[in-house]
């Protein structure tokens, strides 16, 4: 493998998500040139959103800024779901419907014929972020994703840390409460059945069923089905009081899951991305409160809790830093 891309080479990302697809073309300083987004429709199952994948590669490759196929060095794809990065096997994904050792990595591999590489998607976007965003310069971090689900990226002595299998960073899936409701991943009380986006979308919908005075409703154009982390959020901004306290709650329970990232890996950066991290302070405050009162005064002390800084391109971005990351590599 080479050791560096050539210069002025590109590099393909994508964020492949529960809800969204995005890609991009971008050079080695993470200036990007092109993109495309669009739905997952994860429901239709793995045939149907690889293929859209494979579309939206084709469309940031159409790009006037793409000139030839010899622009590109790589692809990096960050995949929601447990992925065997050695392998590029996704072999399970709560999110993607259906997705149980599906072989993405080996699939593009044959559609577009470049180094292909493949990880977790919050592991991605906290390489992205350590290489072009907030943790630039921190050897210990944990990033994690507040979206459709809750994933995390551990970054420990500036390495990203995978575990013995590659699964390393499953945080969302840590068990907070034994009585809790069911995830989707099938077990128990997860973290992510409390403090993810559809957690929140969950607990309003149960709100608004039982018949609670809020405006939430009036922001998803009166239906039901169309309430969401974003509608709930709306309506906190427009001083819905359900709404401010369901946030309040769901950052009570991010605060829970932080407070035992905080005991295990004394970290000195934790940083909250994703779509749901859109809500600010609204959302951390009370999860700061919580690590506060309920972790260990040294760890404590010494981590700072904060947004990240790359948005909604920390996925995309991220891909291209793994695919930066495996090229610096010395040959084997």
């Not at 922001?219 to 509608?231: I, P, R, W």
Request: aromatic share 4%; hydrophobic share 45%.
């Amino acid at each position: 493998m080479k050791s560096s891309n050539k210069q002025g080479q590109l590099i393909l990302g994508v964020d492949l998500g529960g809800s969204k697809i995005s890609a991009i073309a971008a050079d080695a300083k993470a200036n990007i040139k092109a993109r495309d987004d669009r739905d997952t429709c994860a429901e239709q199952g793995p045939e149907e959103v690889i293929a859209r994948v494979i579309q939206s590669i084709k469309q940031v490759m159409a790009s006037p800024r793409v000139t030839s196929p010899a622009d590109i060095a790589g692809i990096g794809i960050g995949a929601a779901g447990v992925c065997e990065a050695a392998s590029g096997v996704i072999t399970a994904a709560p999110n993607l419907p259906g997705w149980v050792n599906v072989p993405l990595r080996d699939i593009i591999q044959r559609e577009f014929g470049f180094p292909i590489y493949l990880d977790n998607d919050t592991n991605v976007a906290a390489l992205g972020e350590h290489c072009f965003g907030a943790g630039v310069g921190i050897d210990n971090l944990i990033y994690v994703g507040l979206g459709t689900g809750i994933g995390g990226g551990i970054i420990v002595n500036g390495q990203l840390y995978h575990g013995i299998s590659g699964a390393a960073g499953e945080i969302g899936h840590m068990i907070i409460d034994v009585q809790g409701p069911r995830c989707k991943c099938g077990n128990i009380g997860c973290w992510e059945a409390f403090a993810s986006g559809t957690a929140l979308t969950a607990a309003a919908v149960r709100q608004i069923e039982a018949g609670a005075q809020t405006t939430i409703l009036s922001f998803a154009d009166g239906d039901l089905n169309k309430v969401s982390a974003e509608t709930v959020f709306l309506a906190a901004e427009q001083g819905d009081r359900l709404a401010s306290d369901l946030i309040r709650l769901t950052g009570y329970y991010l605060g829970v899951g932080l407070v035992n990232l905080v005991n295990i890996f004394n970290p000195e950066l934790i940083l909250i991305g994703g779509g749901v991290s859109q809500m600010g302070q609204l959302l951390l405050a009370p999860a700061a409160e919580v690590v506060k009162e309920r972790a260990f005064e040294l760890p404590a002390r010494a981590v700072r809790i904060e947004l990240a800084r790359l948005g909604t391109d920390a996925g995309v971005l991220g891909a291209v830093a793994l695919v930066l990351e495996k090229m610096s590599r010395p040959s084997s």
